[in-house]
């Protein structure tokens, strides 16, 4: 589903990539996040994602009212605590992707795909 603005000069679709990239992106500049995660049906493991293709870690969905509901998958850092990590992250998407967007968000589920030491 696209999220749909409506104008005086008619109708603008927003494609959930867009906002999945965009989620992404601000997802990697919070403190604590190493990077997203991405699930590989080849092997059953989660592997770290590259900056180019960040929108694979984010599942969005758009609601007919124009709701956004986003899962994030990310690998945090060793050492940090996971809940206010988890917390910053959700708090620091959903109001970028508010601002970014102009629709509102239901709710941002984050999952732990794994925890990483940084150099």
Do not use: P, W
């Amino acid at each position: 589903m696209k999220g749909i603005i409506s104008s005086e000069y008619g109708e603008i679709l927003v494609d959930t990539d867009v906002i999945a990239t965009y989620a992404g992106s601000v997802a990697v500049g919070c403190f604590g996040i190493v990077g997203m995660s991405a699930y590989s049906m080849k092997d059953g493991l989660f592997h770290i994602l590259k900056k180019d293709s960040l929108k694979y870690g984010i599942n969005v969905k758009i609601t007919d009212e124009n709701r956004i509901a986003l899962t994030i998958h990310c690998i945090v850092a060793y050492g940090v605590s996971i809940l206010t990590v988890s917390e910053n992250l959700a708090e620091a998407v959903r109001y970028k992707v508010e601002q970014f967007t102009g629709f509102e968000t239901d709710k941002i589920d984050v999952v732990v795909e794994g925890i990483r030491v940084i150099d």
